[in-house]
Nanobody, 122 residues
Framework: QVQLVESGGGLVQPGGSLRLSCAAS????????IGWFRQAPGKEREGVSC????????YYTDSVKGRFTISRDNAKNTVYLQMNSLKPEDTAVYYC???????????????WGKGTLVTVSS
């Protein structure tokens, strides 16, 4: 069965860093693009980042460009989101999700993890 499990969230001070992991099982990771999304209380879910199946193409929403880096290690069946220079507005539940194919944009999203909470506060 397809499973995506996020980890690495927690409480961090502004300016700090966290590395989120998305562990995949039940499918061949290198066939699929993987996206990171987040949802803050009272706000709509937004796409944060995505990496294509090849790892060559990456996407970042404007608010995190230059601060976040997405990567993948297909041998470990894991996708990472390195988050640096964190801001209070980054506080949200972060989810990883499998795209329906190798592209970040051509197809929809078919499986989601349960999320990991990131809180940026002093």
């Amino acid at each position: 069965q397809v499973q995506l499990v996020e980890s690495g969230g927690g409480l961090v001070q502004p300016g700090g860093s966290l590395r989120l992991s998305c562990a995949a099982s039940g499918f061949t990771l290198n066939y699929y693009a993987i996206g990171w999304f987040r949802q803050a209380p009272g706000k709509e879910r937004e796409g944060v980042s995505c990496i294509s199946s090849s790892g060559i193409n990456t996407y970042y929403t404007d608010s995190v460009k230059g601060r976040f880096t997405i990567s993948r290690d297909n041998a470990k069946n894991t996708v990472y989101l390195q988050m640096n220079s964190l801001k209070p507005e980054d506080t949200a539940v972060y989810y990883c999700a499998r795209r329906s194919g190798g592209s970040c944009f051509r197809d929809g999203t078919d499986y989601w993890g349960k999320g990991t909470l990131v809180t940026v506060s002093s």
